[in-house]
Each structure stands twice: as structure tokens, then as C-alpha cells.
């Protein structure tokens, strides 16, 4: 049971928690009413106050223990599930995750059922590429670029929770799905942590983490540096990539000041820094038979140097991102309140190496890309009558998104053949900018004890510096609990999808014409909004105290199908669209837990349909835009069959883990008509807890072994439609992790 799903006194939550038992890995739950219909074998989460209550000679006041559970239950009463398909993963999940709190953000969404593994550390839920909405503490994460850094950190995480299906009117824009994350707080960090992991591919990784409460102000801090030689996906099948080096900063801050007994002001703040070196396929330094052939002639420089083999490309590129959300919050006894302000910066350089990637590609192009985005969300619930709970709420942003490029490249003639060996300089600075606006009302109607419909409408607009197009959007669920064992749900949604302000003007395909760096056509269509209907069904079935199952179907008609794509060395993804799309799917998911032991098991299967390119289509070969434009294809991230499964064994001081994961179907090849091969990867994990160690409160040690066989697989092989380089899954790596508590 997780507090911030049910809506039930602090009293019983405490009488409760002095029964927790550790448990169990996922849990899928059907929010109803504010309250979780979750596997009740889920570990409770103790609430930190009830902890310091029940363990501490001097107790703050009452008065301050109550107000933060209280707050948190509240907030959590304006942004319900109610109806969508609810993942929850908690403490125990992540730290059965290969790597725990060191673990990539992407990796602790892969063992949610329909969350597919791509390269760059991307994940696809339910056939979409990209489209996930972040929140943090119910606040949207303004959309970030397009890049591969993990941004979210897996430190500051409490517990998260991947909403999926017809979600309720309150969430707009991406609704692939919804990543609402609850941070840690100074009242829920027990002690402070200090960490230090590390292992193979010269992983170095130092963390902190720091938080308390000092009168009414409640306050949380992390900071990190990670240092590997696996930066990005290797693109050939050898053990150790050649030039992968990372190094990334992260730093985030929770600070909350509680200004009564109703209300308090939170400020979030982030900031990352990250330089990546772009890896270089390779599969022999013989300079006799090199990897590529040079295809370019360029003035002063020697195709034969050794120097010059391609495994010696020296192309990187630096990421920033920076956010702060600052939230107000008000409770009364019907009433909750949350007005959030933000704003977010992010920026992305892409630095080539110019000989290398001239004589090899003929082109080489620094690139900068940022955004700028600051706005405002406000929303509320109020019992309006006693079986009806209306919620409304705004959401305004303003995005500014700026690509400077500084090009060489050479002249060539109508044949598309190099005229000279000196290459001409191109700068070509464009712009872009958008406002996207919301607003929504819905209302929660409990028709009987164990029957609720949840209807709404919210209204979009999406105005930007190339298109501008409104919706009004119905969206509508129904859960019937018809046992104590069984929950039904059925929704419909209508979406409206802005694409990323990333439209790149006619005028800079006309600047390069008569170049290498020439599009492959001039057709240019700006990407317009997707607009799609929505179904979704499924049940939630406890066959016994201790296990249960989830089944969910789903599909999706589209209009205008966003989709994304990388058109050239720099890691930076730009969207296109196909005129019509369809997906649909199914997902299994089980866990079971008796005493020490936990296991879970999930499947899914997805299969998407696209015709006819209709915008970026400058992008695309003509050959390959006229097949798509009179057959249907699928969708190059369509992970056709996927499976995760796990053990655990937790004790007090002890925990172990196995851990799997099965992939199969990336598409490949011309108009995506081939297909990636299948995969399956084991981890192993074990951890133990040292407890009244000198100087300190508690030493954990822990141990992970990475793809435990060692297995080959591809992600890529550098075809299919927006796809540019091949990627190979990590190999086999073992990481060890000292945490301390101070």
C-alpha cells in the first residue's frame, strides 16, 4: 500500500504499519476514489513520521509529525489514477533492480510490463516513441530535448508510478504515459547516505545524499558524478567500444517550507551536466583493411595515415539540463489546491572531429540545439456532493527552441559527385516557438459502493512558429469492483499530441543544395499535432491473499502519428509523421510473495501500422517515402514481444535477486520490413546490511552481475526509418556498491 494512493486516516495508516512485512516487486494497481485497489501483499510504505513517533525518545510536536503525510494523501487526491492502468514500483522494486539506486532511470521502467528497451536509453511504452509526460510531486516536468542523457536520477526517487491506457482529463499532451515520481524528502530519508559504485568499464560513481527537517522547513539533497567507458550503446559486437567515454554531474533539491497545518510552498531544483564521446564502430585497426572506405578527397590530409581510420573519430557532445518548479499548496476539508509555476533550460553540443568526418561522410557539422520552456499548472478537487469529487485545472508553457549550425561540406555537381577538395563553410541559425495550453474539468461519480465512472473533457491548443491547431477532447472511464478479488475497468480517451518544436525552414534546405550535406528531396511539410482515440480494458484478479494478475488490452487510431528519427551523426532526435497510424496490444502481469520471497512475471505484445510520410520528409530516400506512401509499415520501435520476470529474497539484512529480460522485434531494413533479432539478458544481484558499525548507523555492501551469460545482442543494425547508427547491448559487467548512513 502506498500512502500517497489512499485516502485513509494517519491513524489506521500507523496501526498498520506496525505490521509491515518487506515485500513484493511490482505493483499494478486501479485507482478508484482515491484508493489503490493494489496487491495487498504490497510493502506498506511506513511514512517516516510514523517511524520517528514510534522509535525516538523525543518525538517532534504531533502537530508537525501530521502535516507531512497529510499534505502528501492530499496532493495525491487532485492527480488520481482513476481507471488508466497504474505500475507502481517502490523502495523494494528499485533495489532489486540490477544496480539499485545506481541503476539507470530507463532500466527501473523496464521491468514495468509494455516498456520496451531502445538505444540511446530510451524506452518505448505501448508502441509510442517518446510521448511520456514526467512529474515530479505532481508537477509537470517541462519536455526536455531529445538527446540520450538520463536525466532523472533513480536517488531521488520514493516511489513512481507509470500511468498508461485512457488516462483521466487531467493529463495532456504526452500521454504515452505518465511518469509521476514522489521524491524523497528530508521526512522520508531515514539517515544520510553517502555511496560509492563502481566496476567494470572503469565505472567510478560517488554520491550523496542529504536531507532532514529543521522546524517547518523539510529539506532533501543529491548530488552525483558518474564517470564509464559505456557512455552510449557499442555499435559493433566487440566487448569494449572504442571511444565511449562519459562523464556526468547531477544535483537536485527538495526544499519545502510548511506554512500551517494546511499549506505549505515546495521548490524543486535540478541540474546535469554531461559530455559524451561518440563511439565508432570497428573491427580491425589494420589500416590495410579498414572498417570504411574514404569517400572524400580533402585538401592536406592523407586518407593513409593511420591517424585517420575511422575507429579514430573524435565526435562528442555536451548536455545540460536545468529546472526549477516552485509549488504552493492548500487543503481544506473538501477542498485541494496545487498552483506550480516552473521553468526549465536545456541544451545539447554536438562538436565533430572536421577531417575524420569529412573525408569519411563529407560533411562535418557543429551543432547547438537548446530550449527554453517556462510555465505555469494549477490544479484542484473539490467534494462537490457527497458521491461526486470534481477536479479542474489549467496548464499553460511557452517554449523557445533555437539550432545554430556551423557546416563544412563540399560543391558537388548534378550527379551528386565531389567538384573540388576544399570545402565551403555553411552557418545557418534557425529558430522555433510554441505555446501549448490546457485546461480540463472532470468529474468523479461513485454510482454505487463498488461501481465508479470517471468523465471529463479538457480543451488544447497548440500554437507554434509553424502550426497552430485546437481539440476539445472527451475522456471517460468506468471501474466495477464486482468481488473483493476482481476489478474491471474500460475507458475511452481522445488525445491531442503537440509535436517538439523542432521545424527546420525551407530556407535551410535551399543553403545547402549543390552539397554533400544536401537533403535527399525538397519536400518539407511542417509536423502537425497527432490526434488519436483511445480504448482500453482490463482486469485486476488476486487468486489468493499473497498473488495476483493483471490482464490489459488496448488500441489506438491516429491521425497525423508523431514519430522520431536521427538523420545524422549528433544524437538529436527530430520528429516526422505519417498521415495515418494504428497500434494495439495486450499485457500480462503477475507477482507473488510469501514471507522473505517475491516474484514477478510480465509479457506483452504490441503491433503498430503506419502509411504515408507527411512531414520532415526531406529526411527520407524518394524510394522509400513512395513504398511508404502506398503501404502500411510498421513503426521502427515496435517491440513486438516482451517479457521481464524476477526473484527476490529480503530479509533484514540480507537481499538477493535474479533478474530477466526477453526482447524481440525492432524493426529494421527498408520501410522497417526486416527485424531485429530476439535477446534475453540474466542479472543477479546480492546485498547485505552491517548494522552498529562504528561512526556510522548502517554499511551496505552490494555486489551486481550485469548480463550474467555474457549474451550478444543487437538493439540496431543501423537501418529502418530515422535510424542512423547500429547499437549492440551491454556485455557482461559486474558493479559493487559500498552505501554508508551517517
Not at 517550507?257 to 546535469?272: C, F, G, K, M, P
Amino acid at each position: 500500500m502506498h500512502t500517497t494512493r489512499y485516502s485513509i486516516s494517519y491513524i489506521i495508516v500507523s496501526l498498520l504499519s506496525r505490521n509491515k512485512r518487506s515485500c513484493a516487486w511490482m505493483t499494478v494497481s486501479l485507482t478508484v476514489l482515491g484508493t489503490a485497489l493494489a496487491d495487498p501483499t504490497v510493502p506498506e510504505t511506513e511514512p517516516q513520521t510514523v517511524r520517528k513517533a514510534a522509535s525516538s525518545e523525543k518525538p517532534p510536536a504531533p502537530e508537525q509529525i501530521s502535516v507531512t503525510g497529510h499534505l502528501n494523501r492530499e496532493r495525491a487526491r487532485i492527480f488520481p489514477g482513476l481507471g488508466a492502468v497504474d505500475y507502481t514500483i517502490d523502495q523494494h522494486q528499485i533495489t532489486t533492480t540490477p544496480g539499485g539506486q545506481n541503476a539507470a532511470f530507463n532500466q527501473i521502467l523496464l521491468r514495468v510490463p509494455g516498456v520496451v528497451l531502445d538505444s540511446y536509453g530510451e524506452v518505448h511504452v505501448r508502441g509510442e516513441h517518446g510521448g511520456l509526460t514526467y512529474r515530479v510531486n505532481g508537477v509537470l516536468l517541462p519536455e526536455g530535448l531529445n538527446g540520450f542523457g538520463q536525466e532523472l536520477d533513480t536517488r531521488i526517487i520514493q516511489s513512481v508510478d507509470l500511468l498508461t491506457g485512457t488516462l483521466p482529463a487531467q493529463f495532456g499532451f504526452r500521454t504515452a504515459g505518465v511518469v509521476d515520481v514522489t521524491t524523497k524528502t528530508g521526512d522520508s530519508l531515514k539517515h544520510n547516505q553517502v555511496s560509492l559504485y563502481g566496476g567494470s568499464y572503469n565505472t567510478f560513481v560517488p554520491s550523496v545524499q542529504i536531507g532532514g527537517q529543521r522546524g517547518k522547513l523539510d529539506y532533501f539533497t543529491t548530488l552525483s558524478f558518474t564517470r564509464n567507458n559505456i557512455g552510449i550503446e557499442n555499435p559493433s559486437n566487440t566487448f569494449r567500444a572504442i571511444h565511449d567515454v562519459t562523464e556526468q554531474e547531477k544535483a537536485f533539491s527538495y526544499l519545502s517550507w510548511h506554512l500551517d497545518e494546511t499549506s505549505r510552498l515546495t521548490l524543486l531544483t535540478s541540474a546535469s551536466y554531461a559530455d559524451f564521446e561518440i563511439p565508432n564502430s570497428f573491427k580491425t585497426f589494420d589500416t590495410n583493411s579498414p572498417d570504411y572506405t574514404t569517400l572524400y578527397d580533402v585538401a592536406g590530409v592523407n586518407p593513409q595515415d593511420p591517424a585517420m581510420n575511422w575507429a579514430s573519430l573524435n565526435d562528442s557532445q555536451t548536455e545540460q539540463n536545468y529546472y526549477a518548479v516552485l509549488s504552493y499548496q492548500r487543503t481544506t476539508d473538501k477542498m485541494n489546491l496545487q498552483v506550480s509555476p516552473y521553468f526549465r533550460y536545456g541544451r545539447i553540443d554536438y562538436t565533430p572531429d572536421r577531417d575524420r568526418d569529412l573525408i569519411y561522410q563529407g560533411v562535418s557539422e557543429h551543432e547547438v540545439n537548446d530550449f527554453t520552456t517556462g510555465g505555469m499548472q494549477a490544479d484542484l478537487s473539490y467534494d462537490i456532493a457527497r458521491h461526486h469529487t470534481l477536479r479542474a485545472g489549467l496548464l499553460g508553457q511557452y517554449t523557445s527552441e533555437r539550432l545554430d549550425t556551423d557546416t563544412l561540406a563540399f560543391p558537388v555537381d548534378d550527379l551528386g559527385n565531389q567538384t573540388v577538395n576544399t570545402p565551403v563553410r555553411l552557418i545557418d541559425n534557425t529558430g522555433n516557438w510554441s505555446v501549448e495550453a490546457g485546461a480540463y474539468i472532470q468529474d468523479e461519480y461513485k454510482i454505487t459502493r463498488n461501481l465508479t465512472f470517471n468523465y471529463g473533457i479538457r480543451y488544447d491548443r497548440f500554437a507554434s512558429s509553424f502550426d497552430n491547431e485546437g481539440q476539445l477532447s472527451p475522456r471517460a472511464n468506468m471501474v466495477w469492483k464486482p468481488t473483493r478479488s476482481t476489478t474491471l475497468h474500460l475507458g475511452y480517451s481522445r488525445y491531442f499530441a503537440p509535436p517538439s518544436p523542432q521545424y527546420v525552414y525551407p530556407s535551410t534546405l535551399a543553403r545547402f543544395a549543390g552539397t554533400t550535406n544536401a537533403a535527399a528531396n525538397t519536400i518539407d511539410s511542417a509536423t502537425k499535432v497527432e490526434k488519436s482515440h483511445y480504448v482500453d480494458g482490463g482486469i485486476l484478479q488476486r487468486i489468493t491473499p499473497e498473488f495476483q494478475i493483471t490482464l490489459d488490452a488496448y488500441a489506438k487510431w491516429a491521425h497525423d502519428l508523431t514519430d522520431l528519427g536521427q538523420f545524422g551523426r549528433a544524437v538529436i532526435l527530430a520528429p516526422f509523421s505519417y498521415r495515418r497510424g494504428r497500434v494495439y496490444g495486450a499485457e500480462f502481469g503477475s507477482s507473488w510473495r510469501h514471507g522473505p520471497w517475491s516474484l514477478f512475471g510480465n509479457f506483452s505484445y504490441v503491433k503498430t501500422s503506419a502509411r504515408d510520410i507527411n512531414s520532415a520528409q526531406y529526411q527520407f530516400d524518394p524510394a522509400e517515402l513512395a513504398y511508404i506512401r502506398n503501404h502500411a509499415i510498421q513503426l521502427d520501435h515496435q517491440g513486438e514481444f516482451t517479457a521481464t520476470a524476477g526473484a527476490s529474497w529480503t530479509t533484514k539484512h540480507d537481499m538477493a535477486y535474479a533478474d530477466f529480460v526477453y526482447g524481440y522485434g525492432l524493426r529494421s531494413g527498408f520501410a522497417n520490413l526486416e527485424k531485429e533479432p530476439q535477446y534475453d539478458v540474466f542479472n543477479i544481484g546480492y546485498q547485505h546490511s552491517f548494522t552498529n558499525v562504528p561512526f556510522g548507523h548502517d554499511i551496505k555492501v552490494r555486489a551486481d552481475v550485469v548480463n550474467l551469460f555474457d549474451k550478444r545482442y543487437q538493439l540496431r543494425d543501423g537501418s529502418g526509418v530515422g535510424i542512423y547508427q547500429a547499437q549492440y547491448g551491454q556485455r557482461r559487467g559486474t558493479f559493487f556498491a559500498v552505501v554508508s548512513e551517517f
